[in-house]
């Protein structure tokens, strides 16, 4: 049964408080909630100060993102509403300043904090800093609020990646977050690198593992203040809002999206019969709202933990996914590219090792003999060295079955009314995945590499171009491999005749 209050109107009049404003679900959050939240009162923005610049020039930076365009026209004066606080959760006590800190603890009902590091690869150090030291900073100052009625954190479903089901609950943490914390402080590097395996073990890298301890860590406020975390897995491009598309880094799935419409990349290790996990930013964002709004209805004294995962609701493995990613990157190709697209996933390593020794590392080796010969600079091989990095970080997540329990998530609709559940939507199941996939890449052609949608006609051209190029070479390998086998054989079968 829905509360008596829509959730419009529970915001209504409400200042929430958001860490990684700047970030990818940040931003969207920050315009869903301008958006469809009318009353609320005031957003309060921690954001890193910039040499130079002041508050109101940092604000402006931030809106000059395309997602913010549409609502820009919409009502140009809900942006009023934002208020930048100059901080950094790097630094003791975030860096705020005494009247700052005192007014978000006075206005502000709700926090989300979604500040957090995404790369898999941070040295242990930096990954406990930016996860974990700095949630703690965030909940310190969340316990002196005079009245907080949600605190939503947001981790991630890859928290525990060593489980064969991760299920809606709290997983104590093998490590006390004081103890590394404490041991990151004085340690020095070449002990921390040393120790740094041993640490995360079984976490495949430090992104899921300082993630884990810093669930640990929240679960210890529990009983202090309402208190609900929110495990997205992969996150994607906006289905819907604020634009169909929209995404804003290179992160994961788009990292490979981009590179394979580039030509770049051209061979993955992955099993095409998996399924993938992936949530669209919007559904994201719209499901950490809604916890926020329940969580402040229904003050619970126990910490919930929702797993906003797709889990088989709407299957698509990623075999189809890159079947219809090739389909309409051909048909909203890149302006700039070095190849025309192509390859395929492997499914067993020495089957990816070995496309990837002839169709990445020749030719960029081959391509920067060129350069060298013609007096340029080299940069292919370099360029390839940290496209193969990137790909042995995702192919762990891309070579293994993924099962997440996501029954509050799906409960979300069930706890709001039809109003509610058609603006805040969260039903991954009426997705088309072929439309879907379309605007993904239409969005990282224009948000991504800032290549206008009228720089079409010239790209298709360019692609039809670099198909025939593509033809030829292929058609003169194997040429020259059908002469040479033909040449070889015609002298072994002269030497067996003599």
């Known amino acids: 049964m829905a509360p008596s209050a829509s959730v419009a109107e529970y915001y209504a009049g409400k200042s929430i408080f958001i860490t990684g404003a700047t970030g990818f679900m940040g ?15 005031k957003l309060y923005l921690l954001m890193r100060p910039k040499k130079g610049q002041s508050s109101k020039e940092r604000l402006d930076d ?19 509403k934002l208020h930048v606080v100059p901080g950094d959760i790097l630094m003791d006590d975030l860096g705020i300043s005494i009247a700052d800190r005192e007014l978000i603890q006075r206005e502000c009902q709700v926090i989300f904090h979604c500040a957090a590091c995404v ?3 941070m040295f242990l150090r930096d990954a406990v800093n930016l996860n974990t030291v700095a949630t703690k900073r965030v909940l310190e100052l969340a316990k002196d609020f005079n009245n907080l009625e949600a605190f939503i954190h947001v981790s991630t479903s890859y928290c525990r990646c060593e489980l064969d089901l991760l299920e809606e609950k709290l997983y104590p943490s093998p490590h006390r977050p004081e103890h590394i914390m404490d041991c990151m402080r004085w340690m020095d590097d070449k ?40 495990r997205p897995s992969i996150v994607t491009a906006a289905y819907k809002e604020p634009i169909p598309g929209w995404v804003d880094n ?32 919007d559904i994201a964002v719209n499901a950490c709202i809604l916890l926020a709004y329940l969580t402040g209805i229904e003050k619970p004294q126990k910490i919930q933990i929702c797993n906003i995962t797709q889990s088989g609701l709407n299957p698509i493995t990623w075999g189809e996914a890159l079947d219809m990613g090739r389909v309409h990157v ?5 302006s700039v590219c070095l190849w025309y697209p192509g390859g395929s996933p492997k499914k ?20 920067d003999l060129l350069l060298f010969l013609l007096g340029k600079k080299t940069f292919m091989i370099k360029v390839q060295k940290r496209i193969n990095y990137g790909l042995e970080v995702l192919q762990y997540y891309t070579t293994k079955k993924w099962l997440f329990k996501n029954d509050n998530f799906l409960a979300l609709r069930t706890k709001i009314s039809a109003e509610d559940d058609r603006i805040f939507y969260t039903d991954i199941q009426e997705i088309n995945w072929n439309d879907y996939i379309r605007e993904y890449i239409k969005g990282a052609r224009e948000f991504c590499c800032d290549e206008d949608p009228s720089t079409l006609p010239q790209a298709r051209r360019l692609q039809k171009q670099l198909f025939y190029l593509d033809f030829a070479v292929r058609l003169i390998i194997v040429s020259l491999t059908i002469y040479v086998s033909y040449y070889y054989l015609q002298v072994l079968f002269n030497v067996l005749v003599k």
């Open 330 to 334: 051909r048909e909203y190709p890149f």
């Open 348 to 367: 067993t390593r020495i089957q990816h090792e070995i496309a990837l020794f002839f169709t990445h590392l020749l030719p960029a080796y081959f391509v």
């Open 62 to 80: 931030f809106l000059g993102f395309k997602l913010f365009g549409p609502l820009q026209k919409e009502n140009p004066k809900c942006f009023e």
């Open 119 to 121: 790369r898999f690869d």
């Open 191 to 230: 002990l921390v690198a040393h120790m740094q395996p041993k640490l995360i073990e079984p976490q495949p890298n430090t992104y899921a593992y300082t993630k884990s301890l810093t669930e640990d860590l929240v679960s210890q406020y529990e009983g202090r203040f309402p208190i609900t975390i929110a």
């Open 250 to 281: 290179l992160n994961g799935p788009t990292g490979l999206l981009v590179g394979a419409g580039k030509g770049v990349i051209r061979t993955m290790h992955c099993d095409d019969s998996l399924q993938t996990d992936v949530v669209p930013v």
């Open 27 to 41: 931003k969207v959050l920050v315009e869903k909630l301008l958006k469809s939240c009318p009353g609320l009162n």
